[in-house]
């Protein structure tokens, strides 16, 4: 079987809402073609979701905007067909291509919010889309109505009626799925649909896509990166590496039982089952994506893969079909050595600290709120926060989009100022509420790792001088010294002389990550606040920046404040996660004991919305509506309204206090905590 002949679970490629036929594609840079996508081949039926799943670079993006035919202008097709619905993209004239994309496919993109005009209210650009359809203005209102409706939007006038900027990341995202509806598509791409959501949102935009499949019948094309999105979607999912498909099957069994040297690799580079920091240290796939445009002659993953030996170095892969019900195969010479890359023990070192009562207490928060004025409102974004951290702890802080989170960390390093009677202490001492009062000494204790390294670092200066300067700052030390310290922090992190050298923009997203620790650690702080440090990286990548936060934490008693949207990698990393809803904290524990349970309902509902890419069963616990205004909190507790849980005649009277429910476990609910437990023994069994 030629490597260009795949097996596939669709009888043919007319019978296929989407076929994708041995797809080649390059990018022109300075005059010269570089391969992107080396002879892609898979197909997806109607109704049917196929995944693809690959590092930053692999080509699933170039595939996705292929099968649109929205390549950059630089990009193009010199190979392979992709037919729609029987009907060949690759050939269509411009006026077929417009048809085709106003009649027959659709897109969802990352960023809802770059999909629409800021400019203009929801109303309008979604009675664009089907008065584009022929429908007049009249009957487009009626149908875009009807369209947010499909989608789940429970109040669709009022949205009609509002701005991009006025709706939730979640709300955005179900409008631009409600567009991409209009014209009743066979083909819906869904390119990273939920990054940046927070889990519950992610889980109905999921659940939404789920009905809408079954409802339209629609073949749906997901990238993720999340693999665990890619399982509990998907029926079929391809793995992709340097443009090339490496192993396709059914999600489940790539997933439970994977055969190919890189799908191994991604797996493990999962924190899965529940592992924690003190327990291993997480796989990495060591090396770096080969560049687009690179020779390629035999094996794609040649030079990362574990299994490499003279054979793969001369022969190019044969496909191998896996199993016996031709649905699944992989491209690899050494299929029968797979078990032995499951079952090997990580080949990284790491340090592990082990916290202990006995730590000391480096940072105390009491009292801490922050209130907001706009036009006059008041408007709370923290109320009375309480928590502590001890020397070389990490205390996760998890809640949606909204929760204060971010408001928290900007409070504790004095980005925005606490309300008066607010303390933050650190080692007993309270600190100036804002970051101009407070000395360097201060300045230099407390350091932040943030989301998008692209914004936090200087383009134009290179990573020498970027920490270069911080060293001098924070520390005092100039010149040659500053200089010896810059490349011994550098070498701590993994970053080569090489890199020094290099500005951030011709550094990977790993790389740049990496860089900004480093200027975090450059001032030896006793605190640092890392804020969704990991969400924009690949599962690979993601697991070297984790076992390194782990390490420098052994080496330098570092306390971590970690704030994430992902569970697996807070309960991976923290020691201690704090929940928080509506700027209060509404549980605080130690990690196993907020994941195991018993825990507060809010907490129970975010866990529930975890895609497991072990498939392990949950019962979800939908919650109603949206986080409300900070500037208009229920009354009683503030999550009574949404609380599957919740007792009426209590619960929207009286708000609860925060209460020790076991040793070092607090809680802020009405409901007793053994009949807390109760009740969720009881959801869990069900779910079983």
């Known amino acids: 079987m030629s490597p260009e002949v795949v097996p596939s679970s669709i009888a043919t490629a007319n019978a296929a809402a989407l076929a994708v036929e041995v797809l080649e594609v390059v990018y022109t840079v300075r005059g010269i073609d570089r391969a992107v996508l080396r002879g892609v081949s898979f197909q997806v039926a109607p109704g049917e979701a196929y995944g693809l799943v690959g590092e930053s670079g692999c080509g699933k993006s170039t595939t996705a905007y292929a099968a649109m035919r929205y390549l950059p202008r630089n990009g193009k097709i010199v190979g392979g067909h992709v037919l729609v619905n029987g009907n060949d993209v690759t050939g269509m004239s411009t006026d077929e291509l417009r048809r085709f994309r106003a009649r027959d496919a659709s897109m969802v993109y990352q960023d809802p919010a770059q999909a629409m005009n800021p400019s203009v209210r929801i109303g309008n650009q979604l009675i664009e889309s089907f008065t584009l359809l022929g429908q007049t203005k009249e009957q487009g209102a009626k149908s875009a109505v009807e369209a947010l409706r499909r989608v789940r939007i429970a109040d669709p006038e009022r949205v009609m009626d509002r701005y991009p900027f006025q709706l939730s990341g979640g ?83 790539v997933f439970d039982d994977p055969q190919h040297p890189y799908t191994v690799g991604l797996l493990r580079s999962l924190p899965r089952k529940g592992v924690r920091k003190q327990e291993r240290p997480l796989a990495t796939i060591p090396g770096i994506l080969p560049l687009i445009g690179g020779d390629l002659p035999t094996c794609v993953f040649l030079d990362r893969c574990p299994l490499a030996d003279d054979l793969c170095r001369t022969q190019v892969p044969p496909v191998v079909p896996v199993g016996s019900e031709g649905n699944r195969f992989t491209r690899c010479h050494h299929v029968d050595r797979i078990p032995e890359l499951v079952e090997a023990p990580p080949d990284v070192p790491i340090g592990i600290l082990a916290p202990s009562a006995a730590n000391p207490e480096v940072l105390e928060l009491t009292h801490v709120s922050k209130t907001f004025r706009q036009r006059s409102i008041s408007i709370p974004a923290l109320v009375d926060v309480d928590l502590q951290l001890a020397e070389g702890e990490t205390l996760g802080i998890v809640g949606e989009s909204g929760s204060g989170k971010s408001t928290l960390a900007k409070a504790i390093l004095g980005i925005e100022s606490a309300d008066e009677g607010s303390n933050v202490s650190l080692d007993g001492r309270q600190m100036s509420a804002s970051t101009t009062s407070r000395s360097t000494a201060d300045k230099r204790a407390m350091q932040m790792v943030f989301q998008n390294p692209d914004s936090a670092l200087n383009r134009s200066w290179t990573v020498r001088r970027i920490l270069m300067r911080t060293v001098e700052k924070l520390t005092g030390v100039k010149g040659t010294e500053a200089n010896a310290k810059v490349e011994a922090l550098a070498a701590h992190l993994r970053l080569t002389p090489r890199h020094l050298d290099l500005k951030p923009r011709q550094l990977s997203g790993g790389l740049k990550q990496r860089v900004a620790i480093a200027r975090a650690f450059a001032g030896d702080p006793r605190i640092v606040v890392c804020d ?77 919305a975890i895609p497991s890419v072990d498939g392990e069963p949950t019962t979800r616990i939908r919650l109603q509506g949206e986080i409300p205004s900070p500037a208009n909190p229920p009354s009683g507790c503030v999550f009574h309204p949404r609380c599957p849980r919740a007792i009426a005649g209590v619960c929207e009277v009286t708000e609860p206090p925060l209460a020790q429910v076991a040793p070092g476990h607090f809680m802020r609910c009405h409901i007793p905590i053994d009949e807390l437990a109760t009740m969720q023994r009881s959801t869990a069994a069900e779910a079983r």
């Open 532 to 608: 969704e440090p990991t969400s924009a990286l690949d599962v690979s990548v993601q697991a070297a920046i984790l076992n390194l936060l782990a390490d420098l934490q052994a080496e330098e008693r570092t306390s971590y404040v970690f704030i994430t949207h992902d569970m697996g990698v807070v309960r991976y990393l923290a020691d201690r996660i704090a929940v928080m809803y509506l700027g209060r904290i509404q549980e605080v524990g130690p990690t196993d004991d907020v994941f195991n349970g018993p825990n507060h309902p809010y907490t129970e509902a975010l866990l529930s």
């Open 171 to 253: 709300m955005q995202q179900r409008v631009v799925i409600a567009m991409a509806l209009a014209c009743d598509p066979k083909l819906l791409v869904l390119d990273e649909p939920t990054t940046g959501l927070d889990a519950t949102v992610e889980a109905e935009v999921l659940d939404l896509v789920r009905v809408l499949r079954e409802e339209t019948n629609a073949a749906v094309l997901l990238i993720a990166h999340n693999l665990g999105i890619i399982r509990s979607l998907c029926d079929r999912v391809g793995v992709m590496y340097a443009g090339r498909i490496v192993e396709e099957g059914p999600s489940r069994q």
